[in-house]
Every structure is written in C-alpha cells, then in structure tokens.
C-alpha cells in the first residue's frame, strides 16, 4: 500500500455532556432555601453550646458536634472579610459554559452572625481595584416570581456606596 | 427549628463541556471511516505491530508510525466485553446493547465499541464480529454505527 498522506482537514468535536441530577435539601438547608425564595431573608443557625453562627446552616455545629436547632435572620447587610478575584474561570456546571472574567467571590460577615461566621457568595463589582477588606455590603436578591429555592436567589453581594 | 415539611426536591443539571481535538493521526483515521467506509492502524516498522486507532508514535520506544497505514477488518474477534441492560439519561443509546472490545482482523490491539444484534446473551471472548457503517457519516468514532455478530 503506498504510504498514506496525513489528513489536511483536522476533526474537531465540541459537545457539552448534561447529566440530569435530583436530590433533596433536607430539613435544615430546605429552611434555608426557602427562606431566601419565600421572604427574601438569610437564615443562620446558632449553635446551644458554643454560640457561633453557621451560614447556611447545618445540622448539627462543625465544632461541637451539638444538634443546632435555634434559627436567626442574618444580614442581609454585611461586612467583607477575605475575597477572591478569579481569573480563570471553571465551567459552571448547570450550563457547562464558562463566564466573563475577571470576577470576584466574597466571605461577608453577616450582620448579626456570631463567632466570626461568614458567608460565601459571589461580589459584583467590576472595578477590583476598590475591593479591600472591611467594606459594607449587601445581598441584592432576584425579583419576585424568579426565585427558585436556590442559593441563586441571591444574585449577589454588591459595595453599598458610602459606607466604611 | 427546622421540620421534615421543609425538605424539598430540586432539580439539577451536572454540564460538563467537552473539546476534542483529534490531531493529524486521528483526523486521518476518522476521515477514512466517513469517506472510505475503511478501517486504517498503523504499522511500527521494526517490530510489525499493529495499532488500532493509530497513534503517531510507538507506546515504548516513540518510534513514528505514521509511514505504514495498513487496513483492517472490518471483522475482528471481541476480547472482551459488558453488557448494558440498564437505561440511564447518560447512555448514548437504548439498552440492551455491548460494549466490546474488539480486535479486528490485523490489528494487534483492541478498540472499544458497540455490539448489537443478535442475543447479547451468547457473547462471549473469542465471538466473530463485523463492522457496519452508518448511512450518515461524520468523522466520528460512531461512523462505525455498532459491530454486528457474524
């Protein structure tokens, strides 16, 4: 057989694999969504022996091992303590598609969250030269009819102007 | 306090994107499945092994291969094999089907792919199958739609 010549058109396949998923929240993390779907509202639990917050809540106290059962509102107004600036985006893995960077993640000590507790949520600021440690935020939740039950029923935490 | 009644179902989508690019080798290889309806390995030049799908260099001892395209099949002998009885979202095609691996005529490695036909029940090491070829080709692996008993 005479040599065979390399192929000139090159085969490329794009194809986006989607595995349908179905799972429950449970007690604890449903209140929790629901509260964010229902009444626009962070709900914290507080741990009977320790006293710190957990956001989102769970079960029991990752410290004490304890039953947590106490519900508080938090926030929704808060206090940035670290963040991420991301370059790099991963795909999301509802759509697979990955997003516009950069952006920034944030840990927003909640207003009223015990023990240094923060929470974890995406920052919408385009500007990362004005993020720094210590500034005031706000959860900004999606409007009414287009909340889900979802940790996406906060779109996100925004600079409120003006505040130190 | 939370209660049982505020447990709900949610409903999910794990996407995971997925780019292949199949290189000059590979390209080569799937063209000839779309255009030739033929099955291409390659040859190593000193030790004669066949390579199905074929590689542009030796596994051990990085020698090209790419200088001795050599036919195969499109029968070969399965080597091994699975049965699929279950039906999940994820399968690419209704159940029942096999996944074999298959050593065509020639070769001296074993590729992976579909068997259907006749009852998946008497498959077994050493089964004769052929490769039939989809009425639509697309350089793709499927392009070879399933191997069929013989």
């Given at each position: 057989m005479p040599p065979k010549p390399l192929s000139e058109e090159l085969i490329h396949r794009e194809h986006m694999a989607r595995f349908p998923q179905r799972w429950s929240t449970g007690p604890v993390m449903g209140k929790f969504l629901k509260a964010l779907r229902d009444e626009k509202r962070i709900m914290a639990n507080v741990c009977p022996r320790c006293g710190r917050s957990q956001v989102p809540p769970r079960e029991v106290c990752a410290v004490c091992r304890v039953a947590a059962t106490q519900f508080e509102e938090v926030g929704p107004a808060g206090t940035l303590r670290n963040f991420d600036v991301v370059y790099y985006a991963s795909p999301d893995p509802v759509t697979g598609q990955s997003r516009e960077v950069p952006y920034a993640t944030a840990y927003v000590e909640l207003d009223?969250?015990?023990?240094?507790a923060t929470f974890w949520h995406e920052l919408h600021e385009?500007?990362?030269?004005?993020?720094?440690?210590?500034l005031r935020v706000r959860a900004v939740f999606e409007e009414d009819g287009k909340r889900?039950?979802?940790?996406?029923?906060?779109k996100y935490f925004e600079i409120i102007e003006g505040e130190a | 306090m939370a209660a049982e009644s505020d447990a709900f179902v949610v409903e999910g989508t794990f996407a995971l994107p997925y780019n292949y690019f199949a290189g000059r080798v590979g390209s080569t290889w799937l063209v000839a499945l779309r255009d030739e309806q033929k099955i291409y390995g390659v040859r190593h030049p000193q030790t004669g092994k066949v390579f199905v799908p074929p590689r542009?260099?030796?596994?051990?001892?990085?020698?090209?291969?790419?200088?001795d395209w050599v036919e195969v099949g499109p029968e070969g002998r399965v080597t091994g094999f699975t049965v699929i009885r279950y039906r999940e979202?994820?399968?690419?095609?209704?159940?029942p089907f096999g996944l074999a691996l298959i050593q065509l005529d020639g070769a001296d490695t074993s590729i992976v792919h579909v068997v259907r036909g006749?009852?998946?029940?008497?498959?077994?090491?050493?089964r004769r199958v052929r490769a039939v070829f989809a009425r639509e080709r697309k350089a793709t692996i499927l392009d070879i739609a399933h191997f069929a008993p013989v």
């Open positions: 009223g969250a015990k023990g240094g385009t500007d990362m030269t004005k993020l720094r440690r210590g889900t039950g979802a940790i996406t029923d906060i | 542009q260099v030796d596994e051990k001892d990085f020698t090209d291969l790419t200088g979202p994820y399968q690419p095609l209704p159940v006749e009852d998946l029940g008497q498959l077994s090491v050493g």
